[in-house]
């Protein structure tokens, strides 16, 4: 079966067409300024060339229409009909208590989706956007929401109450949620069955590190804790969002810079991070590890206050599961960043391992960089969430 995988955001549509079968991606592409002058689709279908085409977009059903007018395409499209796409996945980022799995999307679903909104005002408005734009362009294709959240609600309260008055948890749900489950899921699945291990008898420590970065840890096939919270700030130090500081800082900043809260805000989630620790260098690690081997003190800096952070929530989570048999690097930096991965195991000596040079510096394949003395397993395993979406999308149409 074709499933159509979308992940909708405020200004931009990503897609991916997968055949289930071989679960290889047949086209994919994005629609970036939705809504704004100078909309831009790109379309690149498995074997082609990839095209880019400035096209008008005022809102996300244009989008969506120009998605499935580039699938159908006569001569650049990969199904000669939307009847060929069999079922839609879509990417939701905040399930709230709600959704401890994905499901199949009906009125009821779409209902309490939106009652999660304020949970992540940013993202679930335009997720159901693009749900209704399917909706209303593709008819009965049934369709799958696969929640960002879902996989960390097996998180037991010890790991997602925060030290807060109880009656906000009552009143508004204010506890850890966690994110890039997906992805948290794909990757300990995948490690296990690599390594030939019962998944659900492994101790798992996943680092999600990408743009967005958190490390999950995952007891006997369930998640026990993860590092982002009610929203995707807290943790370790990202692209441009500061991760975990003590609370206090946001009134003085305040304060000091005569800021208002939200501006604030803005600063935490927008200017901080590696980009703003490393003097506005850059958010992306490429450029980071450049100036570091120019011999730029603030780009070392910074690299070494990211990787010790990671190193402590692997600790902490050690301790949370009382041991740890797997550690897993994926995302842009995990997947791509040998530096970090090393300057990371360096703080692990520890748990017994010994990384081996000659596979830490290979790329994009599922890996174990560890040597086989190593007490510990490290491994570097590429994410998919288009393909994790598309899997639970089929294992429910
Ligand atoms: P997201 O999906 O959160 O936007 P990704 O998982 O795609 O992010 O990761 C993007 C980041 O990966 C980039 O900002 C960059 O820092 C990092 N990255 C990509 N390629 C490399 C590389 N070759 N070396 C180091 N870092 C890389």
Excluded at 163 to 183: D, I, M, N, Q, W
Excluded at 304 to 311: K, L, T
Aim: hydrophobic share 40%.
């Amino acid at each position: 079966m074709n499933i159509l995988v979308i992940n909708c955001g405020s200004s931009s549509l990503k897609f991916q067409l997968i055949d289930s079968d071989t679960e290889n991606w047949i086209a994919k592409g994005l629609c970036e300024r939705i809504g704004i002058d100078g909309s831009v689709i790109s379309y690149t279908p498995a074997g082609g060339e990839k095209e880019v085409k400035e096209t008008p977009m005022p809102d996300h059903t244009e989008a969506i229409r120009l998605v499935l007018e580039a699938l159908t395409n006569p001569s650049t499209g990969v199904v000669k009909d939307l009847k060929e796409i069999g079922a839609v996945g879509h990417r939701i980022v905040h399930g709230g208590e709600k959704f401890a799995s994905s499901t199949i999307i009906t009125d009821e679903v779409i209902e309490a989706i939106r009652e999660c909104n304020d949970l992540a005002p940013l993202h679930n408005p335009a997720n159901l956007i693009g749900i209704d734009a399917c909706r209303k362009l593709m008819g009965d294709t049934p369709m799958v929401a696969v929640f960002d959240t879902a996989f960390h609600q097996t998180m037991p309260p010890k790991a997602y109450m925060y030290g807060l008055p109880y009656a906000y948890y009552e009143k508004y749900k204010v506890r850890r949620y966690g994110f890039h489950g997906t992805s948290h899921s794909y990757v300990s699945h995948r490690a296990a069955e690599k390594l030939g291990v019962d998944f659900d008898q492994q101790k798992i420590i996943v680092c999600h590190l990408g743009n967005g970065a958190s490390v999950s840890a995952v007891l006997n096939g369930k998640c026990v804790d993860t590092s982002m919270g009610l929203t995707p700030l807290e943790g370790l130090i990202m692209g441009t969002r500061s991760g975990d500081l003590d609370p206090a800082i946001l009134e003085f900043l305040a304060n000091k810079e005569n800021m208002t809260l939200s501006e604030v805000m803005n600063v935490l989630n927008k200017k901080s991070g590696v980009y703003g620790l490393s003097g506005d260098i850059s958010s992306d690690f490429r450029d980071l590890e450049k100036a570091h081997n120019e011999g730029n003190k603030k780009a070392t800096m910074t690299l070494e206050a990211f990787c010790y952070r990671v190193a402590k929530y692997i600790g902490a989570y050690v301790a949370a599961m009382n041991g740890v048999d797997v550690i897993c690097f994926t995302a842009g930096v995990g997947e791509n960043a040998p530096l970090v991965r090393s300057w990371v195991c360096e703080y692990l000596g520890y748990l017994g391992i010994t990384l081996d040079d000659t596979a830490n510096n290979k790329r994009g394949e599922d890996i174990v960089i560890t040597t086989p003395e190593s007490r510990t397993k490290v491994m570097v395993i590429p994410t998919n969430e288009e393909l994790a979406i598309a899997r639970e999308t089929l294992a429910l149409v």
